[in-house]
């Protein structure tokens, strides 16, 4: 009988390359402000949250400071690119 092992710590580090997916995307878009690269930025810094999100629907109270720091890196790279939006 094959069981489907589900490991935590699998999807915290797909949180975690997500964020730092999007805080790349965001500071190459920015410093170019090449509006496709704006764009492929905006949709990983939208992936990036899908991630968190369901993240945080599995997670323990033991994951809940590195998900805080990761909303806090997304919510700064998301920042950085609404100013460039702008």
Known sequence: MERD????????????????????MVGSATMSLDKEMLEGAKQAVA???V?????????????EPFLRRCEQELQQAEQQLNEALK
């Open 51 to 63: 991630r968190l999100t369901e993240a945080r629907h599995q997670a323990t109270g033991v994951d």
């Open 47 to 49: 992936d990036a949250h």
């Open 5 to 24: 092992i589900h490991s935590g710590y699998n999807d915290l580090m797909q949180v975690e390359m997500s964020v730092k997916t999007a805080q790349k």
